[in-house]
Nanobody, 121 residues
Framework: QVQPVESGGGSVQSGGSLRLSCAAS?????LGWFRQTPGKEREGVAA???????AYADSVKGRFTISQDNAKNTLYLQMNSLKPEDTAMYYC??????????????????WGQGTQVTVSS
C-alpha cells in the first residue's frame, strides 16, 4: 500500500493559521495527525474514524479541525490560533485496527514522512 504524503507545512506567526493536507489512498479504518519535536515522543493531535467520529488532543481542542474528502482520498488538518508550542513535525497516519478515532500510535501502520510546522512568537 502507498504511504500517506503530507503537504502544507510552513512558518507562521503566533495566532496565524495553516492547513495541512494528506493524500492517503487505500482502505483504512482511522486516519490521524500526529506531531513530534526533537527528544519527545510522537503525540496524537487529531483523528477521524471510519464511523465519522473525531478525537482531539486537549491542547488543540477548539483550534484544530480534522476533516476528510473521501472523493479525493485526502485528509486535512485546519490549524487556527497557532501557538509557538505547536511547532513540530506533523505526520499523517492511516490504520486498520481501530474503527473509531485513535490518538495512539499503535493504532496506525502507515505513516507519512512528515511536514514541518514552525510558529514564531
Amino acid at each position: 500500500q502507498v504511504q500517506p504524503v503530507e503537504s502544507g507545512g510552513g512558518s507562521v506567526q503566533s495566532g496565524g493559521s495553516l492547513r495541512l493536507s494528506c493524500a492517503a489512498s487505500g482502505y483504512v479504518y482511522t486516519l490521524g495527525w500526529f506531531r513530534q519535536t526533537p527528544g519527545k515522543e510522537r503525540e496524537g493531535v487529531a483523528a477521524i474514524g471510519r464511523n465519522g467520529f473525531t478525537a482531539y488532543a486537549d491542547s488543540v481542542k477548539g483550534r484544530f479541525t480534522i476533516s476528510q474528502d473521501n472523493a479525493k482520498n485526502t485528509l486535512y488538518l485546519q490549524m487556527n490560533s497557532l501557538k509557538p508550542e505547536d511547532t513540530a513535525m506533523y505526520y499523517c497516519a492511516a490504520g486498520t485496527t481501530t474503527w473509531g478515532p485513535s490518538l495512539t500510535t499503535t493504532a496506525y501502520h502507515r505513516w507519512g514522512q512528515g511536514t514541518q510546522v514552525t510558529v514564531s512568537s
